[in-house]
């Protein structure tokens, strides 16, 4: 199967704000006929093992569309997927409140997003480890909204103080009310989604301007292995019928709910995301829908989560260049860390992974601001990942060759003298050409001691205070 992205004509008027960067290639972890062979097995696997359906009108869809019932579980043939990828749309945009260009998924420069939903949080104030409130929530919009390189936010946690059947919808509150951005963001059911898309459209004048301008994201996941939940199909269903974009993917365990190997489980992740937006796609050719991978490793020493390993990011990768083949929308998760703290460990594999994606060739990477491998969220680990994703977006951009950049005739100008410092062409490029951080510090050994060797720790919790003080 061809790419169609690539025959996909763009529509001028639809480029988002750029950065300064702009990444000239893209790293490539499977080839084309890695990802053909990859979806040759989806194919087999959907029209072979398929699908558990948990809900009627969905089974009723897909019967109705060609798909076969055997022993309980809905068969998909291969014919039937095809046509649905066909009909995706090859891009997704996003808004600010305001109705301005916020992102879309065909960037040319890295786009980045908090992650969401952590079972507690690490308190900026005190260090405390605990259990996420709703002026947390308010807090981690606030400060998503002042970081440069953070595009697309969420919460951090779940507000614990909110009961359980609000919380959903309080959590899009609490960042709308903080931030301009788009959100992402996840529900408990069709209903409370529902409330969610109606909420953001009571804020931009109506579903309709919501649909032509979304501001948000609908996180919706399949059940692993090969399920889709009543709750994910009715959801699905609704956002196409409503022209709202959701992301479609499951988090994904190798070796206990999908195949140990790399390749069988973004094979069986993807396979579960097709599904469900084949769903889509019978209920609304043209619906905006996305994918992506969370292949979650483990490490089988303790069968726990090993987000912050290069087996991680190499999931994303793969699973982004197979959907890239198919030229369906995806995103990355990238940034994260299995240490506790905001240590060498986190900021070590938090920078690894974000190096990684930020060269995919996909535009957005999410899931920044976590520790414990994505149990706590930290607005620290956010503010210190904003700062990776700063670095990352400049070496995504590569080296630009031009006849200016050559520089053939400065070498000839100031090279007798040895003049290059005041030369024109450098005048003109010292501010630019170089990036300059905003937390990490450059300065001499003497410097440093004599401002009593401060430490970075100390650096970013006095920058994530600032910033919560400051919006």
């Given amino acids: 199967m061809t790419r169609r992205a690539r025959s996909r004509r763009r529509s001028a008027d639809a480029a988002a704000p750029t950065r300064r960067s702009r990444r000239r290639g893209f790293l490539e972890i499977i080839d084309a006929p890695g990802a053909e062979a ?8 959907l029209n072979g093992a398929g699908m558990l359906i948990e809900d009627q009108e969905a089974r009723a869809l897909l019967l109705g569309a060609g798909c ?38 065909d960037d040319t420069v890295p786009r ?27 807090d981690h919009g606030r400060v998503q909204e002042a970081l440069p390189h953070i595009d697309i936010i969420a919460s951090l946690g ?46 931009v004048g109506g579903m309709g301007n919501l649909a032509d301008k979304p501001v948000g994201l609908d996180l919706i996941g399949p059940i692993s292995p090969l399920k889709l ?18 992301v479609c993917y499951p988090a994904i365990f190798p070796g206990m709910a999908c195949p140990l190997t790399l390749a069988g489980a973004i094979t069986q992740a993807t396979a579960e995301s097709l599904a469900g937006i084949v769903i889509s796609q019978l209920a609304a050719p043209g619906a905006p829908v996305m994918s992506g991978s969370s292949v979650m490793p483990m490490d089988m020493r303790r069968a726990d ?51 990684g994606t930020s060269v995919s060739g996909v ?15 930290s607005l620290e680990m956010l503010v210190a990942c904003d700062e990776l994703a700063a670095m990352a977006t400049r070496f995504a951009a590569g080296i630009e060759v031009t006849p200016e950049s050559i520089a053939a005739e400065v070498i000839a100008r100031a090279a ?56």
């Avoid at 939940?229 to 959701?246: F, H």
């Avoid at 369906?328 to 992974?353: K, R, V, Y």
């Avoid at 440093?448 to 205070?465: D, I, V």
């Fill in 38 to 45: 990859i979806l040759e097995g989806v194919l087999d696997v």
């Fill in 68 to 105: 076969r019932e055997e022993r309980g579980r809905i068969l998909y043939p291969p014919d039937l997927v095809r046509r649905a990828i066909e009909s995706i749309p090859p891009r997704l945009t996003f808004y600010s409140q305001d109705g301005t260009l916020a992102l879309t998924t």
């Fill in 112 to 138: 980045f997003g908090a992650a969401a939903n952590c079972v507690q949080v690490l308190d900026p104030r005190n260090g405390a480890y605990r259990p996420c409130r709703l002026s947390d929530i308010r």
């Fill in 158 to 203: 779940y507000p614990s103080d909110v009961p359980p059947e609000e919380e959903a919808l309080a959590t899009v509150r609490a960042l709308l009310d903080t931030s301009r951005k788009p959100v992402f963001f996840t529900g408990h059911d069709e209903v409370g989604v529902r409330a969610i898309w109606e909420e953001m459209g009571r804020r």
């Fill in 229 to 246: 939940g009543g709750e994910t199909c009715q959801r699905l269903l609704m956002a196409a019928r409503l022209n709202l974009p959701v």
């Fill in 305 to 355: 989560m090993a987000i912050g390993s290069p087996e991680y990011t190499l999931a994303s990768l793969g699973a982004a260049d197979v959907f890239r083949h198919l030229g369906i929308p995806c995103w990355l998760g990238s940034g994260c860390t299995d240490a506790h703290d905001i240590g060498p460990q986190a900021l070590a594999e938090a920078s690894a992974s974000l190096s």
């Fill in 363 to 377: 535009a957005l990477t999410h899931n920044l601001g976590v520790l414990s491998s994505g149990r706590t969220g």
């Fill in 416 to 471: 007798p003298d040895n003049a290059y410092l005041t030369d024109p062409h450098t005048l003109a490029r010292y501010e630019t050409e170089m990036w300059i951080p905003g937390l990490f510090r450059r300065e001499g050994i003497e410097t440093w001691q004599e401002a009593g060797q401060p430490q970075l720790n100390a650096r970013l919790r006095e920058k994530t205070l600032d910033l919560l003080g400051s919006t």
